[in-house]
């Protein structure tokens, strides 16, 4: 069965540093994985996706992820913090059943930003 | 325009009664489903229609019924409401061969009193 595990439950960084969210999968087979991000009080916007085509996969707002078989990660990254990244953030790996797609999530990671 | 939306956006309700929730994609969408968000912010998945056919179920206790009207419409019908069914309800919906992308609504916060 696919997993997804997020290290660390809550990251924070100053305004203008390197973010840096975790995010290591289990899979069987070649996976499908996605990083949303959920505002408080709204639904999950997907940031990014890697669906077996470039390892390193840019997404909106200057965040990108890199896929690493070998370590079986997808650790998700941006150059420089803003204070509206501030968010909580979830990796999902999918299983594709029948036209459809089961996303397995990771338990999340409260990003906060310092001034 | 609004893409895949939840009425209510918020639902407050006793023990032991029925309720249900509406969504509605726009998006031209073959698939949809629901998810349940606890209180702490875990996701996961409960059903999945696609053309109207159940796809995914979930365990989930037999009280939630999950019925889908057209490729558009996926409602929940949740009878006999327990305190542990209080929670953030999120549709989404997705189109086959778009590598699955989904698309979520705005979620349907269920408090039960």
């Known amino acids: 069965a696919q997993s997804v595990t997020q290290l660390g439950s809550h990251v924070s960084v100053s305004e203008g540093a390197l973010v840096l969210l975790r995010c290591n999968y289990s899979?069987?087979?070649?996976?499908?994985l996605f990083w949303y991000v959920q505002y408080p009080n709204q639904g999950l916007q997907l940031l990014l996706k890697?669906?077996?085509?470039?390892?390193l996969v840019k997404g909106i707002n200057d965040f990108e992820a890199e896929f690493k078989k070998s370590e079986t990660s997808f650790h998700l990254t941006k150059p420089s913090a803003h204070m509206s990244d501030a968010a909580e953030y979830f990796c999902?790996?999918?299983?594709?059943?029948?036209?459809?797609?089961?996303?397995?999530f990771g338990q999340g990671t409260r990003l906060t930003i310092n001034p | 325009d609004t893409a895949v939306s939840q009425t209510p956006k918020y639902l407050v309700t006793q023990m032991g009664n029925d309720k249900s929730i509406k969504c509605e994609q726009n998006?031209?969408?073959?698939?949809m489903y629901w998810y349940k968000q606890d209180s702490k912010k875990f996701l996961k998945i409960m059903f999945s229609?696609?053309?109207?056919?159940?796809?995914i179920n979930e365990t989930v206790p037999n009280r939630f019924s999950p019925k889908s009207p057209d490729k558009a419409h996926l409602n929940l019908h949740i009878n006999s409401l327990e305190l542990g069914d209080s929670a953030v309800y999120f549709c989404?919906?997705?189109?086959?061969?778009?590598?699955?992308?989904?698309?979520f609504g705005p979620g349907t916060r269920l408090t039960v009193t």
């Open positions: 989404a919906s997705s189109q086959a061969g778009n590598s699955y992308e989904q698309y």
């Open positions: 899979s069987s087979v070649p996976p499908y």
């Open positions: 890697y669906t077996s085509a470039a390892t």
């Open positions: 999902a790996v999918s299983d594709r059943i029948q036209g459809a797609q089961k996303l397995v």
């Open positions: 998006l031209g969408h073959d698939t």
């Open positions: 229609y696609n053309n109207k056919e159940l796809i």
